[in-house]
């Protein structure tokens, strides 16, 4: 089973970036389909955004297209999610997750949290305005 652990998180004004990193250990990661996901207080997870097996598909939501970039390095066991022109409304705890998808084909991904199975601890994120 893969274990997944977040770092990169931090306060930050807004306009400015951050790279998030998702650490997997435990299992092969590139059987993995990976996505990153955020919960504000007193709001239900929201999905922000997915990577296929192979990276070569990602997909946003629409929140956050054009500003955020999702990536992964097989080689490294790691995914990032790089964040730029930040606003308020992006604070969060950002959260990394898994699906084990050896079954799927190399293009899918699931922006759908019941369909991950691993799920990493967060990382507060927090844009001032």
């Known amino acids: 089973q893969v274990q997944l652990v977040e770092s990169g998180g931090g306060l930050v004004q807004a306009g400015g970036s951050l790279r998030l990193s998702c650490a997997a250990s435990?299992?092969?990661?590139?059987?993995?389909?990976m996505g990153w996901f955020r919960q504000a207080p007193g709001k239900e997870r929201e999905y922000v955004a997915a990577?296929?097996?192979?990276?070569?598909?990602?997909d946003y939501a629409d929140s956050v297209k054009g500003r955020f970039t999702i990536s992964r390095d097989n080689g490294k066991n790691t995914m990032y999610l790089q964040m730029n022109s930040l606003k308020p409304g992006d604070t969060a705890v950002y959260l990394c997750a898994a699906v084990d998808s050896t079954w799927a084909t190399s293009t899918w991904y699931s922006n759908r949290p019941s369909d991950y199975g691993y799920w990493g601890q967060g990382t507060q994120v927090t844009v001032s305005s």
């Open positions: 990577i296929s097996k192979s990276g070569g598909t990602t």
């Open positions: 435990g299992g092969t990661f590139r059987r993995y389909v």
